[in-house]
């Protein structure tokens, strides 16, 4: 069974992984949002908590080995990684560029899961992705904690969210929460993160 959204959204709240007011993104859009899902990563409980819930779903996938986009899907890539006791990989971009490095390689026909802690646009499990047919690799599946695409992305192989955190954003001048009067901070500027 799935983890309640509420529980959830209450272990981001606490950990501060999910701030509420009034923020500018480094978009420029403002949101009554900012999520940083590293700040809840580093509690090894929720880690495990959220790290189970991806290896749960795929339990009988038949994964071999576990892929993530660095930097952000390394932490829970690996311990997905661990709990299935499958070889843990990840991936990092050179000149703008995806690829496998450190002597890293996946196999032709190895049943590969791909694991993210966030995925927005998808950008960069697309370009894991495509590391996987470039091996010859088998896409098993496509794991991640946050889904904050707005139900938008698909992939090419079964998907898992352990939760979908809807994305809400204003253009600075529409700003309903300028015009009630307060003002947007900008996370990192008083050294948040
Ligand atoms: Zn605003």
Redesign the pocket.
């Known amino acids: 069974m799935k983890l309640p959204k509420d529980q959830v959204l209450d272990i981001f709240r606490e950990t501060k992984a999910l701030l509420e007011g009034?923020y500018q993104l480094t978009s420029g859009l403002?949101s009554p949002q900012y999520f940083q899902c590293a700040r809840v990563l580093q509690y090894p409980k929720y880690l495990h908590l959220f790290a189970g819930e991806i290896a749960k779903h795929f339990e009988y996938a038949d994964v071999e080995v576990v892929i993530s986009p660095a930097i952000g899907g390394i932490v829970v890539g690996t311990e997905v990684g661990r709990m299935m006791r499958a070889r843990t990989l990840f991936s990092e971009r050179k000149d703008g560029k995806m690829e496998l490095r450190r002597g890293f390689e996946l196999k032709p026909g190895e049943r590969t899961l791909i694991v993210e802690d966030v995925v927005t646009t998808g950008g960069s499990v697309f370009e894991v992705v495509e590391l996987v047919k470039q091996a010859n690799a088998k896409l098993a599946g496509v794991g991640y904690i946050v889904d904050r695409s707005n139900g938008k992305i698909q992939f090419e192989a079964k998907h898992f969210s352990v939760l979908q955190l809807e994305v809400v954003t204003?253009k600075?001048e529409e700003?309903p929460?300028?015009k009630d009067g307060s003002p947007?901070i900008k996370p990192g500027s008083r050294g948040n993160y």
């Open positions: 009034h403002h204003y600075p700003c929460l300028c947007a």
